[in-house]
C-alpha cells in the first residue's frame, strides 16, 4: 500500500484546510485508515481514524467538533477537513493505512496555522 498525502498549507487561525490522503496498491485489503500529526519535539499523535468496513469513526479530543474524517471508496481516498483551526494545530500531518500484515504511512504534510 503507498499514500500520498496533500492539501496542507498556511492558515490563518479560524480558517479551514482539507488534506487527501490517496492509496494505491493492495487497496482492498485496508481494514483502517487514519490521519496523524507530529508537532516540532512532540510525539506523533492521533487526529481521527475511520475503518473500512462500518465506517466507525475516532477522534481525538483536542480536535471533536472540529475536524471530519472521511473516505471515498471509489476513489480510494481519505480526506480529513479541518474547520476553525488553531495554532496549536500546527503539525506535519500523517496518513496511515493498514492491513493484516502491513501499516503504511504517507510522506506527511504540512499545516502551519497562524495567529
Known amino acids: 500500500v503507498q499514500l500520498v498525502e496533500s492539501g496542507g498549507g498556511l492558515v490563518q487561525a479560524g480558517g479551514s484546510l482539507r488534506l487527501s490522503c490517496a492509496a494505491s496498491g493492495s487497496t482492498f485489503s485496508i481494514n483502517y485508515m487514519g490521519w496523524y500529526r507530529q508537532a516540532p519535539g512532540k510525539q506523533r499523535e492521533l487526529v481521527a481514524g475511520?475503518?473500512?468496513?462500518?465506517?466507525?469513526?475516532i477522534y481525538a479530543d483536542s480536535v471533536k467538533g472540529r475536524f471530519t474524517i472521511s473516505r471515498d471508496n471509489a476513489k480510494n481516498t481519505m480526506y480529513l477537513q479541518m474547520n476553525s483551526l488553531k495554532p496549536e494545530d500546527t503539525a506535519v500531518y500523517y496518513c496511515?493505512?493498514?492491513?493484516?500484515?502491513?501499516?503504511?504511512w504517507g510522506q506527511g504534510t504540512q499545516v502551519t496555522v497562524s495567529s
Open positions: 496511515n493505512a493498514r492491513t493484516v500484515v502491513v501499516n503504511a
Open positions: 475511520i475503518t473500512s468496513g462500518s465506517g466507525t469513526t
